[in-house]
């Protein structure tokens, strides 16, 4: 991009720049909605949870590839897991491990399935 004339750097601090602004407003809204501020608004494993949709789906964490729906596959697999596990009575901090491992294992397959496409000359 560079090559094309393009000021990557000014895109990067401008896309930071508008990313904050739009999480700003987010927190407005927030202590608009609930009357307060509260610091611990937020917070939780919804990031874990969206990277994790996102991996699961075949969003690959290297770059290149991904589509929306495949990311919507992997909320629904997910919402699967956490449901499942919700019903059966696993306690919380389980969850969280058996989600991380999930992803840890889709991590794993994802990095091994590139190198060995690289190694075929297919990446």
Do not use: C
Not at 20 to 34: M, N, T, Y
């Amino acid at each position: 991009s560079r090559r094309a004339g393009i000021n990557v750097t000014m895109i990067r601090v401008s896309v930071f720049g508008i990313a904050g602004a739009f999480a700003g407003a987010g927190g407005l809204f927030l202590a608009s909605k609930i009357a307060t501020a509260n610091q611990g608004a937020g917070t939780g494993d919804l990031l874990m949870n969206s990277i994790a949709a996102a991996v699961i789906g075949g969003v690959s964490l290297f770059g290149g590839r991904g589509r929306t729906w495949h990311a919507l596959l992997g909320v629904l697999v997910i919402s699967s897991i956490q449901n499942g596990l919700a019903l059966e009575g696993v306690a919380s901090p389980v969850q969280y491990m058996i989600t991380g491992a999930v992803l840890l294992a889709t991590v794993v397959i994802d990095s091994v399935t590139r190198k060995t496409q690289k190694s075929a000359g297919r990446a």
